[in-house]
């Protein structure tokens, strides 16, 4: 179990379970650490049941209801409530806390009621409501602060986590392909030979009009489904050539720029983010010569 304030190197982690004041060994459960008393806590003996610990240490402050509540409560009087992670969270302090609000409401009533001579009723009850009213707000925007702190922070982590696997995901198929390149219009062989002839066939169509060499060549394989032309005649398929190494296929698709031998265009072999990203470049820059061109035409007509 981690010390939410570990990184902050103030603290050290609880020992056991049966550190919280309710004196229980819970199994699996979770401890928070007021900020104010060192205390620890169940998570659902202070109405937190369902946090899990880095939810807990996401918290960046934590007061438990012997700290936070007035000192008008006493919570160890009591059973700890069970409750969930919503937007009710921590609902037993705060029925607490409205319950002293009650008490501190008659204290106040019965001095406004010694002093009702010497002033005017309508101020002193004024002036009672105003900070009964205060006071309960207060809380209420401590709870809905804390509830909002674990759930960003939960949000947070479960984006930065599938980021950072989308990433990761990325660099392996970058790194599968750097050593491939893709060629396009490269006639398809007969489809009754096996795939061992179709790649052979492959390898001598790359060799003899494209001028490779076959000692540069790992292997060969068609990508794609077949598609037909409006006359039904099937399209040749994109041709993976993967070669020796990275440097080899920098020099046939020109670093990336592509080079064109007769109706054949050799590309990097991309992932699909590269893709998109290249097709989202050439969008961008089509958009702008139009634009550049609309310009020109009516500098023109003026």
């Known amino acids: 179990m981690v010390d939410k304030k570990g990184q902050k190197g103030g603290k050290q982690s609880p020992p056991a379970s049966d550190d919280c004041p309710c004196k229980k060994w819970i199994d699996d459960s979770v401890l928070i650490q007021c900020d104010t008393c060192d205390t620890w806590w169940h998570c659902q003996c202070v109405s937190l049941k369902g946090l899990t610990q880095p939810m807990v240490d996401a918290i960046e402050s934590y007061e438990c209801p012997r700290c936070f509540t007035s000192p008008f409560?006493?919570?160890?009087?009591?059973?700890?409530?069970?409750?969930?992670?919503?937007?009710?969270?921590?609902?037993?302090?705060?029925?607490?806390?409205?319950?002293?609000?009650?008490?501190?409401?008659?204290?106040?009533?019965?001095?406004?009621?010694?002093?009702?001579?010497?002033?005017?009723?309508?101020?002193?009850?004024?002036?009672?409501?105003?900070?009964?009213?205060?006071?309960?707000?207060?809380t209420e925007q401590n709870q809905i602060k804390l509830v909002e702190e674990v759930k960003n922070a939960a949000t947070s982590a479960q984006l930065v986590d599938k980021i950072c696997k989308k990433m990761d995901n990325d660099h392996?198929?970058?790194?599968?392909?750097?050593?491939?390149?893709?060629?396009?219009?490269?006639?398809?062989?007969?489809?009754?030979?096996?795939?061992?002839?179709?790649?052979?066939?492959?390898?001598?169509?790359?060799?003899?009009?494209?001028?490779?060499?076959?000692?540069?060549?790992q292997t060969c394989f068609r990508t794609g489904a077949i598609k037909k032309d409006a006359a039904g005649n099937p399209l040749p398929r994109p041709l993976v050539v993967k070669m020796?190494?990275?440097?080899?296929?920098?020099?046939?698709?020109?670093?990336?720029?592509?080079?064109?031998?007769?109706?054949?265009?050799?590309?990097?072999?991309?992932?699909?983010?590269?893709?998109?990203?290249?097709?989202?470049?050439?969008?961008?820059?089509?958009?702008?010569?139009?634009?550049?061109?609309?310009?020109?035409?009516?500098?023109?007509?003026?």
């Not at 937007?87 to 010694?114: F, G, T, Y």
């Not at 096996?194 to 052979?200: E, G, I, L, Y």
């Not at 969008?283 to 007509?301: P, S």
């Open 244 to 302: 020796t190494n990275a440097d080899c296929a920098n020099y046939w698709h020109n670093h990336g720029k592509g080079f064109k031998i007769g109706d054949s265009w050799i590309n990097p072999d991309l992932c699909k983010v590269d893709r998109e990203n290249q097709f989202f470049a050439r969008q961008e820059r089509r958009r702008r010569q139009q634009e550049a061109a609309k310009k020109k035409q009516e500098k023109n007509q003026e």
């Open 73 to 138: 409560v006493d919570i160890m009087e009591e059973p700890p409530m069970k409750g969930e992670v919503n937007c009710k969270v921590l609902s037993h302090v705060m029925r607490k806390e409205l319950n002293a609000s009650i008490d501190i409401l008659k204290d106040m009533m019965k001095e406004a009621a010694s002093n009702a001579v010497n002033q005017a009723t309508p101020t002193v009850v004024s002036s009672v409501v105003e900070k009964t009213k205060s006071f309960a707000a207060v």
């Open 172 to 217: 392996c198929e970058r790194e599968k392909r750097k050593s491939n390149v893709i060629i396009s219009n490269v006639p398809e062989p007969q489809s009754d030979l096996t795939p061992a002839d179709k790649k052979k066939v492959d390898s001598a169509y790359l060799c003899k009009n494209m001028d490779m060499n076959m000692n540069e060549i």
